[in-house]
């Protein structure tokens, strides 16, 4: 996790994201709320 000076959080490092994404096609991170990131939304940055 990165923070900023406020404390919120502002970044997640994910391991294995490509092998997730092909497994399931998407990745869940869940912080306070769940977020669901689609592969599509990522394959310019797993390219």
């Known amino acids: 996790m990165r923070y900023d000076t ?3 959080a502002i ?3 994910i391991t294995n994201a490509r092998r997730t994404i092909e497994d399931d096609g ?4 869940t912080l306070p709320h769940a977020v669901r990131v689609e592969a599509g939304d990522l394959a310019a940055a797993l390219a």
Do not use: K
């Open 6 to 8: 406020d404390g919120d």
């Open 11 to 13: 970044g997640v490092r």
């Open 26 to 29: 998407h990745l869940t991170i």
